[in-house]
């Protein structure tokens, strides 16, 4: 018997962060490889939280799988379960309990994945593929949000077959956050919308974009308060955007840099520059992580504005990322992310 009920049933080996390369660059900082990765490029990583001991991590793909590993104190990982969409897993989120895990697909569902029973079943449903998936838990009511290409931000009671509410978007959702009470959805012709989700949720304000680039990835930051206080918003060229929702001085405490670029900072030479696919936040120091379509993960302080730590050039781009609940481990996702595509001739 597995921790979650039944015995996993996938993979006892595997090699690769994520990825079955074999030379040495696949993973040149020797870091934890883990076991049975997916077969396909890994979309979203996300760890348990608090709530629940120890450290498990959930993978979604692009092979419609959805994966459980427990993380042990010495870096090791075991596979526990898996479940099956019947399209591409686009995004992956844990209750705040730890007993359940929602996943969104391109087969235009979301699905509660029961880790006790390992049964899922569909919660949501969309007219496009879902693109966000983030459990809210507030005072009054608990519920799934889902961003999708149909352009609706839907909210779930995952006891019910329909929405508890459905706001319509300007266009079609490319990521999203959620810190209670604040969420944060980026869209399709760098749309930017914030909502409040004290008592129910609901638009709190239409933001125009710090980036001149398609939108690819956003996190919500807190203040040493512990509320959400604004977010970090990466685009495909290469650029991080710091805004914060309320700040005293906007024009001095609203920032971009530049990051995931092939020198630098350098601007007297040619630059190649690679889309910003994932951020995290440090749940304890509040330092960001980016990762990018040029194998590298980086390490940054929003608040000194200084960039603490690059990594080594992985021979693939870096697709996803995330903390644990702690901060004491990082985990990232090396796979084929198609930023290679030329133009069909």
Request: glycine share 6%; charged share 20%; hydrophobic share 35%.
């Amino acid at each position: 018997m597995s921790l979650f009920g039944t015995a996993s049933s996938f993979g006892t080996g595997g090699t690769g962060v994520f990825g079955t390369t074999t030379t040495d660059s696949h993973n040149p900082m020797k870091d934890v490889e883990v076991t049975s990765p997916p077969d396909d490029s890994i979309s979203c990583l996300a760890f348990s939280p608090p709530t629940m001991p120890g450290n498990f991590l959930i993978a979604g793909s692009w092979a419609n799988d959805v994966r459980c590993w427990e993380v042990q104190d010495n870096g090791q990982t075991v596979p526990k379960a898996q479940q099956m969409h019947t399209g591409p897993v686009l995004d992956v989120c844990w209750s705040d309990d730890g007993s359940k895990v929602f996943t969104a697909s391109c087969d235009k569902t979301a699905k509660m994945w029961d880790l006790n029973s390992n049964q899922a079943m569909q919660i949501a449903q969309h007219d496009g593929p879902i693109k966000a998936i983030h459990w809210i838990k507030a005072p009054n009511y608990s519920c799934v949000m889902t961003g999708s290409w149909d352009k609706t931000l839907k909210f779930w009671d995952t006891r019910s077959p329909t929405p508890m509410m459905s706001l319509q978007m300007p266009e079609r959702c490319y990521c999203a956050d959620v810190v209670y009470p604040m969420a944060v959805v980026a869209t399709a012709e760098r749309g930017l919308i914030v909502y409040q989700l004290e008592n129910q949720p609901s638009e709190f304000r239409r933001i125009d974009s710090p980036l001149k680039h398609q939108h690819r990835c956003v996190a919500i930051f807190k203040d040493k308060q512990n509320k959400p206080t604004g977010f970090a918003l990466g685009s495909i060229e290469g650029r991080v955007a710091i805004h914060y929702i309320n700040p005293p001085n906007p024009a001095k405490d609203n920032f971009t840099f530049k990051c995931h670029r092939s020198n630098g900072t350098n601007t007297t030479t040619p630059q190649d520059i690679y889309a910003v696919n994932a951020i995290a936040f440090h749940p304890v120091h509040g330092t960001l992580a980016t990762v990018g379509s040029d194998g590298r993960f980086s390490f940054w302080d929003k608040d000194a504005r200084t960039k603490l730590k690059t990594s080594e050039q992985l021979d693939q781009p870096i697709t996803a990322c995330c903390f644990n609940h702690n901060g004491n481990i990082f985990a990232y996702a090396s796979s084929y992310d198609w930023s290679k595509v030329r133009g069909l001739t």
